[in-house]
């Protein structure tokens, strides 16, 4: 009898893969944490320095990218199944690319709605990276797997908005072309370095359209015990961190006067603590309390955490709550762990795009909820009070993604086997 979740290479082989994927992804996100503190300045800019109209505008950038993830996820999670994780990873950074290059040429908005189009389409790189790792991981040793990748993702945004907030002080276009140029780099990496995770007997037998799309990506998530309510979970959390880059550079330019370099260093802090959770804590805990834990912890504290960002009426208080935040990185490892447990090898990337679709869907409405939300209690603060209006909300949707947990974040059933 065979695991059909066990990655057929050996020891060595594995942990060179995942180094590889792990240096991509590193470079992925360090380009996205650089456009980070500058593009919704950007944004401002070009609305003639109107907040809560570069706010509005800034929904609409967002639900744009969500609504290509949505539809587009699916399909590469799916081609990914069929022809192998390595050549999605390669457009889908090369895609990244080119959005980058047409955002810093871009002269009004609707140059950057193109940009984010584009990025929409390809953004599937740190979805199918998970799906790599899913391919080249022990099931028990996913979740610290994935928390690691999470690690990378959390590098970005420690060193990347730092590089942003310096090179955007006097020139918002500079960022963008570092950004495109980390891409790029990135991409002539994995042409010549990055190996195939999936071996073809190992992948899907066809390409099927009925799968691809997004509705039949979401049917997916109910054809596997558990994976439907696990994934509820995972669209509450996303919904919740739509919150960062939807408002947080205006809430903490708003409510605390901070600037764009003030901003990146904020960001990068939060970046150590993420690090320091994924890097550190995840493993640990995970083998200490189980994946299950992981994730109704993650849950507790991201919800405390977007509760105290909420209320904080100052500058100190807001990093003082970051510690409390940073153990939302719980969750989402923890998560996946359970999730790529209950799926076959050949399917981890239907999971991997019907999940992306859930993040796409979050992305669509989330900003119109946070964005709207924030421009309207600024307009009306006087009488509100409650400029963190939008966090609260954010942190509701945490709460309810521990209830939902409480009772389905329960422990994988026995791995699939073939005689």
């Known amino acids: 009898m065979t695991d059909q979740n066990q990655p057929p290479a050996a020891t060595g082989v594995r942990r060179a893969a995942f180094s590889f994927i792990f240096a991509s992804a590193l470079i992925n996100s360090l380009s ?5 503190p ?3 300045k950007l944004v401002e800019q070009l609305a003639g320095g109107d907040t809560a109209f ?3 505008w800034n929904v609409v950038l967002a639900t744009s990218w969500g609504l290509m993830q949505f539809v587009f996820g699916p399909i590469l999670g799916m081609l990914s199944d069929r022809f192998g994780r390595r050549p999605v990873l390669l457009i889908s950074i090369f895609g990244l690319g080119i959005d980058f290059i047409v955002m810093a040429f871009a002269p009004n908005m609707w140059w950057l709605l193109i940009g984010r189009i584009v990025s929409g389409i390809t953004a599937s790189s740190f979805s199918t990276a998970n799906a790599y790792v899913a391919d080249v991981t022990a099931p028990e040793d996913r979740a610290k797997s ?8 959390s590098f970005g945004f420690l060193i990347g908005p730092v590089l942003g907030g310096f090179l955007g002080k006097d020139d918002l276009q500079l960022p963008f072309f570092a950004a495109a140029g980390l891409c790029l780099i990135n991409f002539v990496y994995g042409y010549f370095v990055l190996p195939e995770s999936l071996p073809v007997e ?9 799968k691809a799309n997004p509705i039949g990506a979401l049917r997916t998530l109910r054809s596997h ?25 205006f809430y903490m330019g708003h409510r605390y006067g901070w600037d764009v370099r003030t901003i990146g260093f904020a960001m990068s802090g939060s970046g150590i603590l993420g690090i320091i959770v994924q890097v550190f804590l995840v493993g640990p805990i995970v083998k200490r309390i189980g994946e299950r834990g992981a994730v109704l912890a993650g849950a507790f504290f991201g919800a405390l955490g977007f509760a105290m960002y909420g209320y904080a009426p100052n500058g100190w208080f807001y990093l003082a709550t970051m ?33 992306q679709s859930l993040q796409g869907i979050a992305a669509i409405i ?31 949707f945490l709460t309810l993604a521990l209830l939902i947990a409480l009772k389905v974040a329960r422990p994988a059933p026995p791995e699939p086997v073939t005689t």
């Open 146 to 153: 994935f928390g690691l990748m999470g690690s990378a993702f």
């Open 32 to 36: 996205f944490g650089i456009m980070i």
């Open 225 to 249: 015990a558990g994976l439907l309510g696990l994934a509820s979970v995972g669209f509450l959390f996303h919904m919740a961190h739509i919150v960062l880059p939807a408002i947080f550079v």
């Open 38 to 40: 500058v593009l919704p």
């Open 202 to 210: 190992r992948r899907a037998p066809r390409f099927t359209w009925t």
């Open 54 to 56: 570069a706010a509005e």
């Open 366 to 396: 989330g900003p119109s909820i946070f964005g709207l939300t924030f421009a309207w209690s600024i307009r009306n603060n006087a009488a509100l009070n409650v400029p963190g209006l939008a966090v609260y909300m954010a942190a509701a």
């Open 323 to 355: 510690p409390v935040f940073a153990l939302m990185g719980l969750l989402m490892p923890g998560l996946m762990g359970l999730m790529s447990r209950r799926t076959p090898p050949d399917e981890q990337g239907q999971l991997q795009g019907a999940m």
